[in-house]
């Protein structure tokens, strides 16, 4: 097993080498040491999350726009179709009372020609 474990470890040291792991750390370590001195580092960061924030707040607000607008014709769609039935149930109550008023005037004329024949008889 001691054999694998350093066989392993001579290809690991290898690749590392290889790669240049050793300058990359290096490297990744200056980066990280340099912005954590850096104090607009943290107030860029802080800038992009704001904006972030802020453009997912304006996101969320336009979508609910979008639902109360589209709330709103369906509200309004809703009225005309309701208008509409109104109008057209208007128009059938005007043709029933018209048709009520002919039928009492042919009434009134029946029952005043049929009291007439009464008497004449």
């Known amino acids: 097993m001691d054999s694998f474990q350093e066989a392993f470890e001579e290809e690991f040291e290898a690749i590392c080498h290889k790669i240049k792991l050793g300058a990359?750390?290096?490297t990744v370590e200056e980066i990280v040491e340099e912005q954590e001195l850096n104090p607009l580092f943290s107030k860029r960061s802080n800038i992009?999350?704001?904006?972030?924030s802020l453009s997912l707040a304006k996101k969320n607000e336009i979508q609910h726009l979008q639902r109360m607008v589209q709330l709103g014709e369906e509200n309004?769609?809703?009225l005309r179709n309701r208008l509409q039935l109104l109008k057209e149930n208007?128009?059938?109550?005007?043709?029933?009372?018209?048709?009520?008023e002919k039928f009492k005037i042919i009434n009134s004329n029946y029952g005043?020609?049929?009291?007439?024949e009464m008497r004449d008889a």
């Open 24 to 26: 990359i750390l290096d």
């Open 76 to 78: 309004n769609q809703r």
């Open 90 to 100: 208007s128009q059938l109550l005007s043709g029933v009372s018209h048709a009520i």
């Open 112 to 116: 005043g020609n049929s009291s007439d």
């Open 48 to 52: 992009v999350d704001t904006a972030e």
